[in-house]
Every structure is written in C-alpha cells, then in structure tokens.
C-alpha cells in the first residue's frame, strides 16, 4: 500500500550516500519511510474521525448515553471513546459531565478507560505493519473493549462513584443553528484544522519516537529483544506492562517504537501490553485523576489496568505464539 514512500525513503538514502545494507543506511531509510508514512495517515484519520467528532458536542454524548441499558450504556461509551481523537484534559472534563448528567459511573469510567487505550490510528497503523495486519489490529481493539467494559462493570458493582472527589460539570459550549452549507464547510474546515493543530502538537513526540525507532532498527541486534522481551522470557510481559507506566506518550509517537519491536521479533502480547501501558496508564493522565479520584480508586484503577494488559499479555503470547 506504501511501497512507494518505502521507495522513495530508499532512493533518499542512497543519494545520501549510505548503503541500505549498513546499520547507518537501514536507520536513515526507516526514518525517511516510517515519517511520511505516519504523519500522512495521522493526518488523514484526525481529518476524517473529526468529521465525525465535529457533530459529537459534549452534551450530544450525554444524550446518546443517558438512559441506556447498561450493556448499550458500555458499548456506546467505548465507540465513542474510541473514533474520538480526546486526549486526557479533554476526555477527563467530559468523564465529570457524564458523571454530572446522570449517567451510571461505570459507563463513564468505561469511556475514560477506552478514549486513550483505544486508537484509530494505532489500528490504520497495526493494519499496515506487516508483522501485525488486520488480526492484531482487531486484537487491539477486542482488547480494549473489554478492559474497558469490566472496568466500567466493576465501578458499578462495586459503587466505586463514593471515592470521587469532585462532579462539577463543565460549561457547556454554545450551539447556534446554521444553514446546511455553513455547516458543511464549517465541518471541514475544523477537521482540517483540527488535524494540522494536531499534527503541530504531537509532531516533536513524533519525530523524537521515529528517532528511538529508527536507532532501535539499525542498531540494536534482533538477538537483544528476543532475550528481554522475546517469548522465553517469562517476565517479559510484566516489564513491558510495568517499564510503559513512566514513559509519557501517545500512541502516535509511540507507534514507530511498536513497529521496531514486531519487526524484531517481539511476541504481539508483549509489545500490545507496552503499547497499552504506555498510552493509557502515563503518569501526567494520573496526575490529572488525582484531582478528581481519590487515591483509593486511582489504585484500584491502576492495579485493574496492569493486570489486565499482563493477563491478555500472556494470553495472547499463548494463542498466537
């Protein structure tokens, strides 16, 4: 599907004048390919998913969710939280509205869990990588789902709402009524914007992962991953799940870093269970929580996620392996 840019990334190299066969060479082609790889499909999937988001107003969710049976309460939190491109200081914010609106504190931890472990550009991105494809991109996503959902179920059954610290609900946003036309070019031009803001957001945590990834490539000899994170390790899943809590990133910066690890040979539990912890258990989200979770539920929700990205860890080493 890219061959092209992985071509170009190739003929750049070589003009350069490095071998594609020398460590030097294979680093430089994996940068040059994977950067406008990435940044081309982030682009395209902000623009689109925000076609969608632009229609998606704080208390349009609300009402998609309020009154819903506990199972579709669930599912439709987790669709939403996952085609919604929110970051933590904004999926937090709306996590207290819901909370504020009525609706059942699982179905809004379910949304909190899943806004940040699911990504649709970790899927375009699983979809394309050879060493993954469409089963690990669905792999992902199953996953994700369910963590997400026996979160949400637990919060429940376990009246987790009593350790909240605060349920304040943000403003709410003004929405005028336009004409059709308005409304079509408006949408396009926020999700056009939105992408580029984006882009210009997250591009440095971008470039900086392409730089790890592309040194890890070149360098670092398949032999290191397959003796600290391959499958006869038996530790390797928890220390994946573990050594992702400190490092702070999004899944786009973290993606190029991901590929490394398929390509040389790290089992899909383990290098999903990295991609997890990485994106939805960082210290700055944590941090964030602390000011409207108590630390007793923050803990619980901690050791829920760790044990749950360790367990599908394991599994998924065992049924794929």
């Not at 925000?50 to 349009?60: D, G, H, I, M, T």
């Not at 308005?182 to 949408?187: A, C, G, L, P, Q």
Request: with cysteine; net charge positive; charged share 10%.
């Amino acid at each position: 599907m890219f061959n092209f840019i992985e071509q170009f990334a190739n003929f750049i190299t070589s003009k350069m004048g490095l071998s594609l066969q020398a460590k030097s060479g294979i680093a430089v082609s994996f940068f040059i390919e994977d950067f406008f790889k990435i940044f081309l499909l982030i682009y395209l999937t902000l623009f689109i998913v925000s076609l969608f988001r632009y229609q998606l107003a704080p208390e349009k969710i609300k009402e998609y969710l309020v009154g819903k049976r506990a199972f579709w309460g669930y599912f439709l939190a987790i669709l939403l939280g996952s085609v919604t491109p929110f970051c933590s200081c904004s999926s937090i914010p709306l996590f207290l509205g819901f909370v504020a609106a009525g609706i059942p504190f699982g179905i809004a931890m379910a949304f909190l869990i899943s806004s940040p472990l699911i990504s649709e550009v970790a899927v375009l991105l699983l979809l394309i990588t050879p060493q993954a494809g469409w089963k690990v991109a669905a792999v992902y996503i199953l996953v994700g789902a369910v963590i997400s959902i026996c979160g949400g179920w637990l919060c429940d059954k376990f009246n987790l709402k009593r350790y909240l610290k605060m349920t304040e609900e943000p403003q709410q946003k003004c929405s005028c009524s336009i004409s059709i036309s308005e409304k079509i070019r408006s949408t396009f031009i926020y999700a056009n914007d939105y992408a580029f803001i984006t882009i210009k957001e997250i591009g440095l945590y971008v470039i900086l992962g392409l730089i790890i990834g592309a040194f890890m490539h070149g360098y670092i000899p398949q032999e290191f991953f397959v003796k600290y994170l391959g499958s006869k390790n038996i530790f390797a899943v928890p220390m994946a799940a573990i050594v992702g809590i400190p490092i702070y990133a999004n899944h786009n910066s973290v993606l190029p870093i991901v590929q490394v690890l398929l390509m040389k040979g790290v089992p899909v539990g383990t290098t999903l269970v990295m991609l997890m912890s990485i994106t939805a258990i960082s210290l700055p989200e944590l941090i964030m929580l602390n000011r409207i979770l108590s630390w007793k539920i923050l803990a619980m929700f901690v050791g829920f996620l760790l044990l749950s990205f360790i367990f599908v860890g394991y599994l998924l080493n065992a049924i794929m392996g």
